[in-house]
């Protein structure tokens, strides 16, 4: 009798740890049945990949997805925002969108709570591609020259000018030629009505530059160059050095070129976004990886090994659980992470303040005033200005 007693003891102890393990295993991904995302234009590299990620969902969990293109940063975001997409294949124009610069400085927008979840550093660079016709071998030679700007996109502006930078040259120092989208300002190049434009070396628009009559250089950025990285990283805090191995232009894996990167692209979401949705879609980017990283240039640099760590923008607690539930999240992520809302929570706080003081009405004056607004409020936290 005491032995079947302890039979019973021993099969209730098993149960309890099945039980206990069953609970404590990963979730299965489940997708809702339409998933829409958005990118720049179609052609780019973050479309592609976008596109690539796209067909995983449908092929792996049955999820139908639409890829929306749009030309700049405000028009990738404001489906994000307003509920109508789930994912956003950001640059660093999530950045700004945190920290309410530039066309996030307006009445309209103001810092965002925009978090991330996965984001690609492939073997690709991110520069300014110059017409190989204009015979310019090095960023300073682009002193007069016609470098193309895209309304609505910071992103794309403000690297144009972290690159000039690097040579100690700024838009005055060049002729800004605006277009209403990123394809457009490739075509221009194509056109000669424009001579260098900022993306990636990997994007379709820069192989389609690189097989024009004009054809495509992209200048060096030697590492060697300590004061001219200093000058980058004043105008762009977010770009690193990279050597670029892959895509249009004059260099491989045996013969790469200094330039500058940063993780793109940057899928993003908002902090009011459920949890365990921002889960799911983590991890179906992590678990599918095998399906997607080859379909497109630079889907590759979206491996969990190479995931930029510690960097501007926080990780959605959605992701973080993805990734803890991976083994890629450490404690010393934890803590950044955690700065990283508070930063979030500091701006959106200021913004709130200072339109209850009845700000400018004139657009200019605006920006100019929440400019201050928003130094005053991250000193008063003891928070660095990231940005000058």
Avoid at 170 to 180: C, N
Wanted: proline fraction near 6%; hydrophobic fraction near 45%.
């Amino acid at each position: 009798m005491e032995m079947v007693k302890q039979v019973i003891k021993l099969a209730a102890i098993a149960l309890a740890a099945t039980a206990i393990t069953a609970s404590a295993a990963p979730a299965q991904v489940k997708l809702p049945p339409t998933i829409t995302m958005t990118a720049y234009d179609t052609g780019t590299s973050g479309f592609n990949i976008t596109v690539a990620i796209g067909k995983m969902m449908k092929e792996k969990y049955g999820a139908d997805t639409r890829v929306l293109p749009a030309g700049n940063d405000v028009a990738r975001l404001q489906p994000l925002r307003a509920g109508r997409a789930s994912l956003s294949a950001m640059g660093v124009g999530a950045f700004f969108a945190q920290e309410g610069l530039f066309e996030f400085a307006s009445k309209e927008w103001g810092p965002q709570p925009v978090q991330i979840t996965m984001s690609s550093v492939d073997c690709n660079g991110l520069s300014l591609a110059v017409a190989a016709d204009t015979g310019v071998k090095a960023v300073a030679d682009l002193k007069g020259k016609r470098i193309g700007f895209v309304v609505g996109s910071p992103a794309l502006n403000q690297n144009a000018l972290a690159v000039l930078a690097f040579a100690d040259l700024g838009a005055k120092d060049v002729k800004i030629v605006e277009f209403a989208s990123n394809n457009a300002m490739w075509k221009g190049t194509i056109n000669n009505d424009v001579d260098a434009v900022f993306g990636s070396t990997i994007s379709g628009p820069a192989k389609e530059l690189q097989t024009s009559p004009r054809g495509i250089f992209w200048p060096a950025m030697p590492f060697t160059d300590k004061q001219g990285w200093e000058r980058v990283r004043k105008v762009g805090p977010y770009f690193t050095e990279h050597n670029a191995t892959c895509g249009a232009g004059e260099f491989s894996k045996d013969k790469p070129i200094q330039m500058g990167a940063y993780p793109y692209p940057i899928y993003s979401v908002y902090a009011n976004q459920p949890e365990e949705d921002v889960y799911m879609l983590t991890k179906a980017l992590i678990e599918g990886y095998d399906a997607y990283k080859d379909n497109a240039p630079g889907a590759a640099g979206l491996a969990l090994k190479t995931q930029t760590k510690n960097w501007a923008v926080p990780v959605h607690p959605g992701a973080v659980k993805a990734f803890k539930e991976a083994g890629a999240w450490s404690e010393d992520q934890d803590k950044h992470n955690k700065g990283l809302f508070k930063r979030q929570q500091v701006l959106i706080a200021a913004w709130g303040d200072f339109n209850k003081g009845n700000p400018p009405s004139d657009a200019a004056k605006f920006t100019e005033e929440w400019m201050k607004a928003r130094k005053a409020a991250l000193a008063k936290a003891g928070i660095p200005d990231s940005f000058e």
